[in-house]
Every structure is written in structure tokens, then in C-alpha cells.
């Protein structure tokens, strides 16, 4: 069971996620997706029907006080709890992570999940290899040498911060063989990968079957890295 700084800290997270969201409904339903809890489970554990969880998700209900969205979170952290508490533990490697700003150049998570697609239009970047998923809830963005040459696997993991569901972007990338190879040791993989500093025609020849193998969406972006940090830091 996680320790109850972390889990406290958490819940005062999403509490806030969902209290000041402009869509509280789709807050609630980000943080239920991101835990890997059904409707029916998160139901089950609050002892409603699946279709009021349904309803505070899409909107069709007033939007819920205080009390009820502690008892939604208390309800996932207790569900996550019962399953061995791995996105408590997660949580707990972000808050001391402690990643100097040499090797981690951006780490955030959104209030609510984006599509992939209008994540790359904003960074310029270009497909090359579709994922399993087509949205993300976060971005890193990681100078590669640095964190390959600095970083164990433990702690390159903690760049995922609260969630897999999220972009990895590594900068300084010359043809990408190093940062894919090192995501190769690292279980489970993101959702999206971005390439920062090469062109299509660069691309290693064997990034393209790594990314397919891992089912993460892989993409390239040679953009100016400090406008592209600049665009990110209001985004989404």
C-alpha cells in the first residue's frame, strides 16, 4: 500500500484538476481513464449505477460539489489500493523524482486528455508511426544525451511523471537509435514518442519497427527548440 503522503497529495491534485476545470465532467473522466478504471468499477466502488458516473462525465448532471468528487477520488485510489497501488506508487516516484533542469527541460500534466493529432500540429512535428492511442494527458521533454548518459532505468521511468499517457519529447536527437534503444528497457512504453532536431529523410532506418513493436505513436520535429518549449508552456 502507498504511503499516505503520496496518496494525500494526489487527491489534493485532482481535487484541484476537477474543481477548476472548465469541464469538470471530462477532468473526472481523464483521471478515471489514466487509473485504467471502468465505469462499471468506479460504479461498483461508490455503489451507484454505472449511469451516474456516465452522466457526471458527459455533462448531463449538475456539475458535482465538493463531496462527491471526494468520494470519486477517494473511490480510484482505493480501487488502485486493491490492485497493488501501482499509480500511488508511480505518483510518489514523481514527487521526488527530483530531476535537474539539464536533463528535464518540461515536465507537465493536463487537466484533461488532447487528441495526438493537435499535439503535433502545435509542435510541428510529423507522424511517422501511429500508436494504440490517439491522445495524451502530459509532455516531457528530455535532453536525450543527458538523460541516457545520467539516468538508471528507475529514474528514467519517473519521466513518465502521473502517467504513461503522455509524449515523450527528446531533444538533441541526431538519428534517434539511442533514446528508442533505452526506451526498449523501459516497461510499459508512452504513448507518443517526438524526436526533436531531425527530419524524416535522418530518422534511423530501425525506428520505425521499434515504435510499431512497442505500439507507441513515434514522431519527428525540427523545429526551434526554445520555441517550441515556448508553445508548450501554454499549451494545452
Known amino acids: 500500500m502507498a504511503e499516505p503522503g503520496p496518496r494525500r497529495e494526489l487527491a489534493g491534485k485532482i481535487a484541484g484538476d476537477v474543481v477548476l476545470s472548465d469541464d469538470p ?18 460504479a461498483d466502488q461508490l455503489d451507484v ?42 505518483y510518489a516516484r514523481v514527487l521526488s523524482a527530483g530531476f535537474e533542469g539539464d536533463i528535464v527541460r518540461d515536465l507537465r500534466e493536463y487537466p484533461t486528455a488532447v487528441g495526438l493529432e493537435r499535439f503535433y500540429r502545435t509542435i510541428g512535428a510529423t507522424e511517422v508511426v501511429a500508436g494504440t492511442h490517439d491522445t495524451v494527458a502530459g509532455h516531457t521533454v528530455i535532453d536525450s544525451i543527458e538523460a541516457i548518459t545520467r539516468l538508471s532505468s528507475e529514474e528514467f ?6 502517467s504513461t499517457n503522455r509524449a515523450l519529447v527528446f531533444t538533441g536527437v541526431t538519428r534517434g537509435e539511442s533514446p528508442l534503444v533505452a526506451l526498449r528497457v523501459v516497461t510499459p512504453t508512452p504513448n507518443a514518442v517526438v524526436l526533436h532536431g531531425l527530419g524524416t ?6 525506428a520505425p519497427a521499434l515504435a510499431r513493436a512497442d505500439g507507441f505513436s513515434l514522431a519527428v520535429c525540427d523545429g526551434d527548440l526554445d520555441g517550441m518549449l515556448d508553445t508548450l508552456a501554454e499549451f494545452p
Not at 465532467?25 to 468506479?42: E, M, N, P
Not at 448532471?61 to 497501488?85: C, F, K, M, T, W
Open 157 to 162: 521511468y519517473r519521466l513518465y511523471g502521473q
Open 49 to 90: 449505477s454505472a449511469s451516474v458516473v456516465s452522466d457526471y462525465e458527459s455533462g448531463r448532471r449538475q456539475s458535482p460539489g465538493i463531496n462527491i468528487v471526494r468520494r470519486l477520488i477517494e473511490a480510484l485510489l482505493d480501487i488502485d489500493e486493491a490492485r497493488g497501488g501501482e499509480h500511488l506508487r508511480q
Open 25 to 42: 465532467g471530462a477532468t473526472i473522466r481523464k483521471w478515471r481513464t489514466d487509473f485504467d478504471v471502468s465505469q462499471t468499477a468506479l
Open 201 to 206: 529523410e535522418d530518422l534511423w532506418e530501425h
